[in-house]
């Protein structure tokens, strides 16, 4: 098995843990797309290519995270809701070291 | 009023190819976009990112698979009202509907094809009080035109091309152009980087960078914004008549939703056994913007269910004609505009 699990608390608040395979090539925006944390259309609009900030989410345990791409800062830069802790969901490899990760989707904008 | 056989509400690549399998039955077809351009997210948001699964293209870029897809359509002459959201639907007596758009064109067909996508494209709004009492009163988030700026203060927001562009464009237009944005860097092609620098070098922008607009002033209309420069404890109050935020756009199903069709998870229901009707007959969505069991958001998908819906709209329209699907090989394409392609003729010569 090569399953991590993680806390994601979705936009009303609610957490949920879940098993997140890291054999798919999955990133954490289609970790909560494949387990409807947020109602299609309202997620993952770009489809991943940190071109839209749908996926936006805050970070709330200490994992070190890949650093961000040039595209995700700039997107970043141009969302809303943003902080400190901001990452685009979809540039979120699913990794075993990411084990235990906790994050909060951030809202809709 | 603008008449024809398929209205196509979204001029994205589904929508595109739709009026191609309809032209080949003959059956005319007229789209509405929200956005100034056709081709859907393909030019809005990702022209330049290269596309691995369109059938027969190893790789191709979004825009060039849309400049194809207008080229392929070119013959069969698609009519467009381009930068008009499709409001409101009216079934008339004769099962036919009449769709008006925000701006008030209407458009009447007896085959509604819903190809939405995403939904509208609409501007993405920044969390400011008092925003939407200034809206069309100084502030604005796309520009229609140009000359309204004339020698105004104008105050522009955001990282992107359209803010580089706009403000470049703007440069000397205004009487007075201040750039504001949340980082140093900007995300834009590289000339319009470099133009911008230009400008600023020769004082005709005014760069504000890193910082963001946090407050509206004004009575009726803008008087000024109050911007916070990061790390900077005073805000500034910047006076000007025009505020326009371009953070990019975000789509939403909009009115379509309220059109009486059955939606789940955002997306609109159909007979993926059949022809990809809706609840209400007459009506079809293809491609991203239905949802059936099974349903994968990819464009080839699209260009199938646009296939299969044409089939059926034919049959809708004309029921008493009988019909078999032609190839292209066979039939060649015939245009509306007088053209038509075909294979050559084979040569049938003795060798002596």
Known sequence: MSDIKIKITDREGVLHEVDAPTDMNMNLMEVVRSYELAPEGTI???????????????????????????????????????????RLGCQIHMTPDLEGLEVVLAPES | ????????????????????EAGLLQLKCH???????AGGQCSEIYPKKPIYDIPGFPEVLAGDLVDNLIEQT??????FTLGERAETIEKQD?????????????HHAPIIAIAGGLGSFEPRKPLLENLSKFEDNGVAYMIKDPEVYRNKKVVIAGGGDSAL???????????????VHRRNEFRGALDSVEKVQQLKNQGKINLVTPAEIVGLKGGDTLTAVEIKKTGEEENITLEVDSFIALFGLSPKLGPIANW????????????????????????????????????LKLILCGFHEATLMCQSAYQK???????VMKYTTVGGVTGFDGTKKEAPKVVVKAIE
């Not at chain 1, 489809?47 to 800062?73: F, N, R, V, W």
């Not at chain 2, 329209?317 to 019909?323: F, Q, V």
């Open chain 1, 44 to 86: 993952g609009i770009c489809g991943g290519m940190a071109m839209c900030a749908s996926c936006q989410c805050y970070i709330t345990s200490k994992h070190e995270l890949p650093e961000m791409s040039d595209d995700e800062d700039a997107m970043l830069a141009e969302a809303f809701h943003v902080a400190d802790n901001s």
């Open chain 2, 1 to 20: 009023m603008i008449k024809t056989d398929i209205l196509i509400i979204g001029a994205g690549p589904t929508g595109l190819f739709t009026v191609f």
């Open chain 2, 31 to 37: 789209l509405i976009d929200a956005l100034p351009q």
């Open chain 2, 74 to 79: 070119k013959a069969f002459q698609p009519g």
């Open chain 2, 94 to 106: 004769d099962e036919s509907f009449i769709v008006t758009t925000n701006k008030g064109t209407k």
């Open chain 2, 165 to 179: 562009d706009w403000s470049i464009f703007l440069a000397d237009i205004a009487s007075e152009v201040t750039l």
């Open chain 2, 260 to 295: 009486g069709l059955e939606i789940e998870k955002n997306a609109i229901k159909v007979n993926n056994a059949l022809d990809y009707q809706t609840n209400i007959p007459g009506i079809y969505a293809i491609g991203d913007v239905n949802t059936y069991p099974g349903k």
């Open chain 2, 317 to 323: 329209i004309y029921p008493d004609k009988r019909y």
